[in-house]
């Protein structure tokens, strides 16, 4: 049973340009949203993070909207470089429980 | 203060045999989370380790086991390979209280 749904499966863009993933959830007890980054040959590192009191956040180019009630929320990448193109995967967990959920992830391509 | 680490890099086992996976924590952690990632697929959840008891377990069978040590260093055992067991094997190491999981390299499994 996949609880988080995560689109598109790959993504194209420009260099400069912004880089939109989304995902959305159906177990309403995860209290946690974690957004991984995947280079080839290596394991996932911890992008940016989330909870879902915060509607928000922003670290660098890289920000986090959180919509709870549609259980929703998605990766904006502004500026995106050459350096960004990576697989991307959103994640949840549930709070005391370090499972982690990921998505079936996102592979970016910035061009020049 | 050093990553997490696993080893081997790469492994080919015949199936039905068994093989041993290693992982070891990074500095300051003593929970340990197994994940299988397919290819082109985002890490589904095997099992956690917290001071050397099982914390969680994914929809994997038994075959697939572990162990955590004193020093939190971990071992994934898998016995029966089957084909479908070739995966990317990652090894995340977190401190207790956090939900921030730090991963290692993987170890690349094929089953033939």
């Known amino acids: 049973q996949q609880q988080v749904k995560q689109s598109p499966q790959s993504l194209i863009v420009q260099k400069g340009g912004i880089s939109i993933i989304n995902c959305a959830y159906e177990?309403?007890?995860?209290?946690?949203f974690p957004w991984y980054q995947q280079f080839p040959g290596k394991g996932p590192a911890l992008l940016i993070a989330?909870?879902?009191?915060?509607s928000e956040k922003k670290e660098g180019r890289f920000t986090i909207s959180f919509n709870k009630s549609a259980k929703q929320f998605s990766l904006h990448i502004m500026d995106s470089q050459p350096g960004d193109s990576a697989t991307y995967f959103c994640?949840?967990?549930?709070?005391?429980?370090?499972?982690?959920?990921f998505g079936t992830g996102t592979k970016l391509q910035v061009i020049p | 203060e050093t990553g997490v680490t696993q080893s081997p890099t790469h492994l080919i086992k015949t199936r039905g045999q068994q093989v041993t996976l290693r992982c070891s924590s990074q500095?300051?952690?003593?929970?340990v989370s197994w994940y299988q990632q397919a290819l082109g697929q985002g890490p589904q959840f095997i099992f956690q380790?917290?001071?050397?008891?099982?914390?969680g377990r994914g929809n994997f069978p038994p075959r697939f086991s572990g162990l955590q040590f004193p020093n939190y260093s971990s071992e994934l055992n898998v016995n029966a390979l089957e084909l479908d067991d070739s995966a990317l094997y990652l090894c995340?190491?977190?401190?207790?209280?956090?939900?921030?999981?730090?991963f290692g390299p993987g170890t690349r499994l094929t089953v033939t």
């Open positions: 995340a190491s977190s401190g207790r209280t956090g939900e921030k999981q730090y």
């Open positions: 177990n309403t007890a995860f209290d946690y």
């Open positions: 994640a949840a967990s549930q709070g005391g429980y370090q499972k982690v959920t």
């Open positions: 989330i909870r879902p009191d915060v």
């Open positions: 500095s300051g952690h003593n929970t």
């Open positions: 380790y917290y001071r050397e008891e099982e914390n």
